[in-house]
């Protein structure tokens, strides 16, 4: 197949995963616009290197190694430089949820954030965004074991923060 077909089809399979990708790409960031920042450069370099893809293997996987790869290789660059952005208070939210469901799933989520980064990357793999974890240890570069771990004290670490004992 020739490359400029080859990087077609990889660029059309590759929107199916953008929901997939800003899910786990908020884990990693924390920040929505880091996120949708994050993705957007995965998906940039996924289409520029598409020839790369090896047809027949896992996409997603691939998607999220190279999302991986680029925040890991965007906080290095950013532990070396400092910005303003800790002092602005645009970023603040005005008014606070009301609804009870919405405070139970923002506490979650801070406490899921609050996780060591090997271990909240590991819980938003397995349980949030539903891979095996197979999967999740060849984006992790780790053994299987080494996941079921990690997501088991995530679990357990989540839980004592949302009942106080952490």
Not at 89 to 102: F, K, N
Not at 108 to 136: F, I, K
Request: proline content about 3%; overall charge negative.
């Amino acid at each position: 197949m020739p490359d400029g077909e080859h990087r077609t089809l990889v660029s059309d399979q590759v929107v199916t995963f953008i929901p997939a990708l800003r899910a786990y790409g908020r884990s990693l960031a924390r920040n929505p616009d880091d996120a949708d920042d994050l993705v957007q450069e995965t998906l940039t370099k996924a289409i520029a290197r598409a020839e790369l893809f090896h047809a027949g293997t896992n996409l997603r996987a691939w998607l999220f190694t190279i999302m991986r790869n680029t925040h890991y290789s965007n906080w290095a660059k950013r532990a070396r430089e400092t910005t303003g952005a800790q002092d602005c208070v645009s970023g603040e939210v005005i008014s606070q949820p009301t609804q009870e469901w919405t405070v139970r799933g923002t506490e979650l989520m801070a406490a899921v954030n609050r996780l060591p980064e090997h271990y909240r990357e590991t819980l938003v793999l397995v349980v949030m965004l539903g891979l095996s974890y197979e999967e999740s240890s060849e984006i992790c570069h780790c053994a299987i074991g080494t996941v079921k771990s990690r997501v088991a004290r995530a679990r357990s670490m989540v839980v004592d923060d949302l009942e106080g004992n952490a």
